[in-house]
T-cell receptor, first 115, second 116 residues
């Protein structure tokens, strides 16, 4: 069975601080996909990134970066120079290789960025 | 291109009533899914479909039925509503990642259901 653990339930930082959200996963599949989603207070789910299990390259997109380490089954997400608009619940998810719709989600990390 | 459309956005049911949550996508996605989100938790998979005419159970299927008669639509039926089904429901759709790279799962806006 697949499992995603986001050990940090809540994180609070002051604006402009860097923050890392942890994600550890378990799967028996050799091929799989990992995702990060953002859920702002308005409630919708916003796709941030998808990473397949063959690609361990780190990725940077503006202030966001992701560190995928297969050896430790982790897919951590870092926000650099955080902003108040980054306040949201962030979910890490794991899916089968062929079906992103059959995903296992972590319980989420609530990030609060204070001005 | 409207993406994934869920209706209604809000619904209050009495225990024992039945209803259907609608989900439609206009992106010709093969895969569609229903999730529920309870307070303080992530999304849990209820049912999913890999194409028209094919459905399967997810993690928490009891009390729910689905069908996929067309590629576009994937309705979720609550057979006899119970207070434990009070939740926010999300529909999602995606292409088959194995065949198409650089795609993502698209989610509807959610349906907030309260069963009293």
């Amino acid at each position: 069975a697949q499992k995603v653990t986001q050990a940090q339930t809540e994180i609070s930082v002051v604006e402009k601080e860097d923050v890392t959200l942890d994600c550890v996963y378990e799967t028996r599949d050799t091929t799989y996909y990992l995702f990060w989603y953002k859920q702002p207070p308005s409630g919708e789910l916003v796709f941030l990134i998808r990473r397949n299990s063959f690609d361990e390259q780190n990725e940077i997109s503006g202030r966001y970066s992701w560190n995928f380490q297969k050896s430790t089954s982790s897919f951590n997400f870092t926000i650099t120079a955080s902003q108040v608009v980054d306040s949201a619940v962030y979910f890490c998810a794991l899916s089968e290789a062929t079906n992103a719709g059959k995903s296992t989600f972590g319980d989420g990390t609530t990030l609060t960025v204070k001005p | 291109n409207a993406g994934v459309t869920q209706t209604p956005k809000f619904q209050v049911l009495k225990t024992g009533q039945s209803m259907t949550l609608q989900c439609a996508q206009d992106m010709n996605h093969e895969y569609m899914s229903w999730y529920r989100q309870d307070p303080g938790m992530g999304l849990r998979l209820i049912h999913y479909s890999v194409g028209a005419g094919i459905t399967d159970q997810g993690e928490v299927p009891n009390g729910y039925n689905v069908s996929r008669s067309t590629t576009e639509d994937f309705p979720l039926r609550l057979l006899s509503a119970a207070p434990s089904q009070t939740s926010v429901y999300f529909c999602a759709s995606s292409y088959n990642f194995w065949l198409r790279d650089n795609t993502e799962a698209f989610f509807g806006q959610g349906t907030r259901l309260t069963v009293v």
